[in-house]
């Protein structure tokens, strides 16, 4: 008859306490599949957010283009910034977003929107002429989905007019082209080295 756990050696106990800890280690440890995955998604993820040498042409024939481009907006946005100037492209942004509000949230958001962009020393305050500012705060009086209108259009054009032309030549897109290029070079040599090793394999010269 069993006379319970008390009637065991101590050492008995402090093995069988050893072997339920490393069971349970065990069974909380990560598969080594799940754990080298996170690298792989990072690759994918910067693979995938790297424009192609196609998209940044698209970028370099016309502002349209780059506007109508998510990579693209991102990347001038980043150069923006380096500017010191990116309260245009959030602007431009911030009026799209505005454009899909429900009717319900119009006066709110205009009233954020104006008071964040347009006003005279707003935090993030866009260069716009002053009758543009006056009838732009008119509108946000009787807040309709084109109140930004025509703030919106003067501030594209002014990006496309300056800061665009500076985006073209600079050395950001230099490099991301150059990178494409690269990138490509290495691609085609690797396929012209697997080639000739499969020839020498086959016995070839």
């Known amino acids: 008859m069993c006379k319970g756990l008390a009637t065991l050696p101590a050492t008995c106990l402090k093995s069988a306490k050893v072997i339920k800890h490393k069971i349970s280690f065990l069974l909380q440890k990560p598969e080594p599949q799940a754990a080298d995955q996170k690298p792989k998604n990072e690759e994918n993820a910067a693979a995938e ?4 040498t196609s998209e940044v042409k698209k970028w370099e024939e ?3 283009h780059l506007m109508n481009s998510q990579k693209g ?3 001038f946005g980043n150069f923006l910034r380096s500017e010191f100037s990116e309260e245009n492209m959030d602007f431009w942004v911030a009026c799209e977003d505005y454009k899909k509000c429900s009717p319900s949230e119009l006066a709110t958001r205009a009233k954020q929107l104006y008071q964040q962009h347009v006003e005279a020393d707003a935090p993030n305050e866009v ?3 002053a009758a543009t500012r006056e009838e732009t705060r008119q509108n946000v009086e009787n807040a309709c989905l084109s109140s930004f209108n025509k703030a919106q259009q003067m501030i594209y054009n002014l990006m496309e007019r300056d800061s665009y032309r500076r ?3 600079s050395q950001l897109i230099q ?3 150059q990178t494409q290029t690269t990138g490509a070079q290495e691609k085609n040599k690797k396929n012209w080295d697997c080639a000739k090793n499969r020839q020498v394999l086959a016995g070839g010269a």
Do not use: A, E, Q, Y
């Open 175 to 177: 490099d991301l082209g």
């Open 62 to 64: 016309s502002f349209s």
């Open 49 to 52: 957010s790297t424009p192609t």
């Open 167 to 169: 985006f073209i030549n």
């Open 127 to 129: 260069n716009l002429d």
């Open 73 to 75: 907006r991102t990347v």
